[in-house]
C-alpha cells in the first residue's frame, strides 16, 4: 500500500519466477473509483395515471475504465394511480463492484380538471380518522374490516409506539394523510416555517411505514381555526394557498361525531352523527382516534350501522376527493 498526499492508493500485487530463480514484480493499481450519473433532472411531477419511463431521465453514466457500467433502477413503494411523493434511486456500478446511488423525487398529483363536488344520486360517506395512531386505532382498523369499510387516517407523530399501526392500516387498504407531527399549535402556527418543519416531521415517519409521501393534509384544528390567530395573524390564508403551491392537497369535513370536543358520553356522540348527517348526500366525516378517544372505539360499529342504513357507501380521501372546505378565518 502507498499513501501519496491526500489519498490512498490500493495496489495489487503478482508475483512470477523467471528462469534465472529470480523473483519480477508487477504492480497494478485496483479501480476504486465509483462511476458518475447525471440525471437531467433530481425532481418530477406526474399526474395521477400518468405513464413515465425512468430511463429517460439518465442524461449519462461515465466511469474512468469501465466503458459499460450496469444500472438497477429502484421504484420502491411507486405508484402512478397513487397520489404522493416517491423516491426512485438509481444505483450504478462498475466492473469493479464500485456503486454510485443517485435519487429522482417523483411527486405523483391529482389532475385539477379531476377535482370537483361528487354528481349523481348516490350517498357517498368519507369516513376519516384524526390524531393517530394510538392504543384505540387496532381495535378501530379491526372494526373497519369487520363491515369491509375503507377508511382515511390523518396521522401524528404524537405516539411512537404505535407508528407501526400507519403501515397495518395502509396494508388492510386504508388511505393515510398527514396531519401534523406535533400538534402543537403555538409551534405549528408560530410561522410557515414551522408549520412546514413539523408536516415534514410527520412525512417522514409515514414514509418509513408505507414507503412513500401522501400529499393530502388535514390541518390541524382544520382550515378555519382561530387559535392559529394567537399566534401569527393571517397564516392560515397563507398555508391554504402555499400548501397547493407544494403539491399538496387540504381537507375539512362537513359532518361530525362530536368526539373532538369536550367528552361525550355514547348516545351524544350517535346524536351528533346524525343530525350532522341529517339531509346530506355527500358526508365528510370528522372522527378521531387518539389517545383519548375510546368512546369512539365504542361508538363505532353502531356509527357504521346507522350509515349504512341511511344508504350510505364509503369511500377513500385521494387528492381527486372533493375537499368540503371550511371559511378561512386566519
Not at 16 to 26: A, C, H, P, Q, T
Not at 45 to 55: A, L, N, R, V
Not at 99 to 116: G, I, R
Request: glycine share 6%; hydrophobic share 35%; proline share 2%.
Amino acid at each position: 500500500m502507498i499513501i501519496s498526499i491526500g489519498t490512498i492508493l490500493i495496489f495489487m500485487v503478482t508475483f512470477y519466477l523467471i528462469s534465472n530463480g529470480k523473483v519480477k514484480l508487477f504492480v497494478s493499481k485496483v479501480d476504486v473509483i465509483a462511476p458518475v450519473i447525471n440525471l437531467s433532472s433530481k425532481e418530477v411531477q406526474i399526474y395521477k395515471g400518468q405513464d413515465i419511463k425512468f430511463e429517460d431521465y439518465v442524461k449519462d453514466i461515465v466511469d474512468n475504465r469501465d466503458s459499460a457500467p450496469s444500472l438497477a433502477i429502484e421504484m420502491g413503494k411507486f405508484n402512478s394511480n397513487v397520489i404522493g411523493i416517491y423516491e426512485i434511486k438509481y444505483h450504478v456500478k462498475d466492473a469493479s463492484n464500485n456503486e454510485t446511488v443517485e435519487k429522482l423525487k417523483v411527486q405523483v398529483k391529482a389532475n385539477p380538471d379531476n377535482v370537483k363536488y361528487p354528481e349523481g344520486e348516490e350517498k357517498i360517506a368519507w369516513l376519516t380518522f384524526d390524531d393517530g395512531p394510538s392504543s384505540n386505532t387496532e381495535a378501530v382498523i379491526d372494526i373497519l374490516d369487520k363491515y369491509n369499510v375503507k377508511a382515511t387516517f390523518f396521522v401524528t407523530g404524537a405516539n411512537p409506539n404505535y407508528y407501526y399501526l400507519i403501515k397495518e392500516a395502509n396494508d388492510r387498504g386504508h388511505t393515510i394523510g398527514l396531519h401534523t407531527y406535533s400538534h402543537r399549535y403555538e409551534s405549528l402556527y408560530k410561522s410557515e416555517e414551522d408549520f412546514y418543519n413539523d408536516l415534514n416531521g410527520i412525512a417522514e415517519i409515514v414514509k418509513e411505514q408505507i414507503g412513500f409521501v401522501p400529499t393530502i393534509i388535514r390541518f390541524a384544528g382544520g382550515s378555519s381555526n382561530t387559535v392559529s390567530k394567537n399566534y401569527n395573524e393571517g397564516i392560515m390564508n397563507r398555508l391554504v394557498v402555499n400548501v397547493e403551491e407544494k403539491g399538496y392537497r387540504y381537507f375539512d369535513w362537513n359532518c361530525i361525531n362530536g368526539d373532538g370536543g369536550q367528552a361525550m358520553n355514547h348516545e351524544e356522540l350517535i346524536k351528533m352523527l346524525e343530525e350532522t348527517t341529517e339531509n346530506k348526500q355527500f358526508a365528510m366525516l370528522l372522527f378521531h382516534d387518539g389517545s383519548h378517544n375510546s368512546k369512539t372505539v365504542e361508538t363505532l360499529e353502531e356509527s357504521i350501522q346507522y350509515l349504512l342504513n341511511e344508504g350510505y357507501v364509503f369511500r377513500l380521501v385521494d387528492g381527486e376527493t372533493y375537499g368540503f372546505l371550511h371559511q378561512v378565518n386566519n
